[in-house]
């Protein structure tokens, strides 16, 4: 079965570009979750949607970042302007219902010159 | 006071030792317990689940502590492939939503 598959892998761009993260989650599970993983910061939540709508996203940095999750298959991160303090991993992953683990994807690992 | 903690380590132990992590929780609401297991520049990848009565599997026990709020983790008998950061995780209280540890670092010496 396949996992959460995230897309690109590894994306290096200049301050100021807009960047855009993608996954598709795990099929038949319910909530998706987007990480940033930093060595100061460890592994930080940005965004939870449960069926497909934005649960919390306390966690989001500020106004340059958005996300959604237009359909059960598929999400989106994005970042405009991104900033060279974005630099991270961000990590993708689903479970299937409440209190359950989550499965993550490969990550993208994002560098802003 | 942080959700959860952990000791970063890291710990540096021979083949064959035995290695325990604890890992402390500050929410008493908090439900479901997990190990993550994260190689280096890999994604967390579940290790196993933490039930209120210990549970085990192969090399690897759990352990669950409600009064103090923390949960452990035992390693016996150390292989070199065991070197990763296991994190501990927590969730919320409510919802679908955890808390991830920052992690403790193993490293296995032959």
């Known amino acids: 079965d396949a996992g959460v598959i995230q897309s690109p892998r590894h994306e290096v761009t200049e301050m100021g570009q807009e960047v855009t993260l993608r996954c598709k989650p795990i099929?038949?599970?319910?909530?998706l979750f987007w990480y940033r993983q930093t060595m100061m910061r460890g592994l930080e939540l940005l965004i939870y949607?449960?069926?497909?709508?934005?649960?919390?996203d306390s966690g989001m940095p500020e106004d340059r970042f958005s996300a959604k999750m237009p359909n059960a298959s598929f999400s989106t991160l994005k970042i405009q302007p991104s900033e060279p303090r974005d630099s991270a991993v961000y990590f993708c992953?689903?479970?299937?219902?409440?209190?359950?683990?989550?499965?993550f994807g490969d990550g993208t690992r994002l560098s802003i010159l | 006071r942080k959700e959860v903690e952990q000791d970063p380590g890291p710990f540096n132990v021979p083949e064959g030792a035995t290695v325990a992590f604890n890992c402390t929780y500050s929410n008493s609401a908090s439900q479901s317990f997990f190990w993550y297991r994260q190689d280096c520049r890999k994604e967390p990848k579940l290790l196993m689940s933490v039930y209120s009565s210990g549970n085990e599997d192969g090399r690897f026990t759990a352990q669950l502590n409600r009064a103090s709020q923390y949960i452990s983790l035992l390693i016996r008998d150390s292989k070199l492939s065991d070197s990763a950061t296991y994190l501990c995780v927590v969730n919320k209280g409510t919802g679908n939503q955890f808390y991830f540890g920052t992690g403790t670092s193993l490293t296995v010496i032959p």
């Open positions: 992953a689903s479970s299937l219902v409440d209190n359950q683990p989550q499965h």
């Open positions: 099929s038949g599970h319910n909530s």
């Open positions: 949607f449960n069926n497909n709508v934005p649960i919390d």
